[in-house]
């Protein structure tokens, strides 16, 4: 529903945000329907998104009036326990914008203003378009994966899954410093592209034996990790059999709740798993890495149509039109 609506009430620690580019989520598409309980409406969905401060709360310091911002998809409290060691993705108290579920509702950028806390906002460096910038919450949830991945220099990884995320985690892996990157997908375009973001090989799954190839290359140990970006038996249990004894698995994938899990080679092949979840401090780097251009999220951005055209938009992606990646909807 495309509709007029009050203006949000900026709180003194907020400011006001107008919002220039609002990227669709995986999780805007799947709240709409109800089956995550998350969307409840009536909500403005969108988190994803970046702006010029177009007023700032009584208490804000350190932001003016037609600043380029963008802000952290998380609303954290900065005062429990996690937030104080650094843990913001932690948070007890988190509210997702464009989020309403049991416990808050919380209006999100599908919109011309959003209000947002200060202390979750970041500046957007000068070559930085925002739609560009819009890309940064997807940015950081494959960077802070990385992040939570133990590895050396030049060491060999498997990428489960070639999705924007997936895309997203090859580019930041070269960017880390890996050595050999195996992007592993069923789509052959994906693969093409996942070569266009660092990785060395695209492997893809209904056409040769995964494990087999991953052995062949790397001196028939496994790989020393793999990133899953799917969630589901069959992807988790690839990332698991690429790895070589003692080598560590980062989970970021979770289409399906629970999954089928081979405990005991994971105990005996004494592997390290990881959960990963969005982002925790990460946003600044980010930005920096979309600015000068070592992370390109051009390519993932299919289309940036108007806001008034979003409903059609949300059809087609929850249709799952193939090919269309991240649309990102202009107010
Ligand atoms: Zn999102
Ligand atoms: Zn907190």
Not at 193 to 200: E, H, N, P
Request: contains cysteine; charged residues 25%; aromatic residues 6%.
């Amino acid at each position: 529903m495309y509709e007029d609506v009050p203006g949000p009430q900026v709180a003194e620690d907020e400011v006001l945000i107008e919002v220039r580019a609002c990227g669709i989520c995986g999780s805007d598409v799947h709240g709409m329907d109800g089956s995550t309980g998350r969307r409840r409406p009536p909500i403005i969905m969108g988190h994803e998104a970046s702006g010029v401060i177009a007023e700032v709360g009584k208490k804000v310091s350190g932001w003016n009036q037609g600043e380029r911002v963008t802000f952290d998809s998380t609303v954290y409290c900065g005062s429990c326990w996690f937030c104080r060691r650094g843990e913001i993705n932690l948070c007890d108290n988190r509210r997702v914008l464009g989020v309403s579920c049991e416990d808050y509702r919380q209006h999100g950028a599908f919109a011309e203003y959003v209000a947002v806390p200060e202390r979750i906002l970041y500046r957007l460096p000068e070559a930085l378009s925002f739609e560009r910038a819009a890309m940064v919450e997807a940015v950081s949830v494959a960077v802070h994966a990385v992040e939570r991945t133990p590895f050396s220099l030049g060491d060999t990884a498997v990428v489960v899954g070639t999705g924007m995320i997936g895309l997203l985690v090859v580019r930041a892996l070269r960017l880390a410093g890996c050595g050999t990157i195996i992007a592993v997908d069923l789509d052959a375009e994906r693969l093409e592209l996942a070569r266009k973001f660092g990785a060395d090989v695209g492997l893809k799954a209904d056409d040769c034996d995964v494990l087999k190839e991953v052995t062949r290359r790397t001196g028939g140990r496994g790989a020393d990790l793999a990133m899953e970006v799917v969630g589901t038996s069959p992807t988790v249990n690839t990332a698991l059999a690429s790895v070589r004894k003692g080598g560590a698995v980062t989970l970021v994938g979770n289409l399906k709740p629970s999954i089928e899990l081979p405990l005991q080679a994971v105990v005996t092949r004494q592997l390290s798993l990881y959960g990963s979840c969005a982002s925790s401090g990460e946003y600044p780097a980010c930005l920096d890495f979309m600015g000068c251009g070592a992370i390109e999220v051009e390519a993932l951005i299919s289309a940036t149509p108007p806001l008034a055209e979003g409903a059609a938009w949300f059809k087609r992606l929850y249709d799952r039109e193939p090919g269309l990646l991240k649309v990102v909807l202009i107010p």
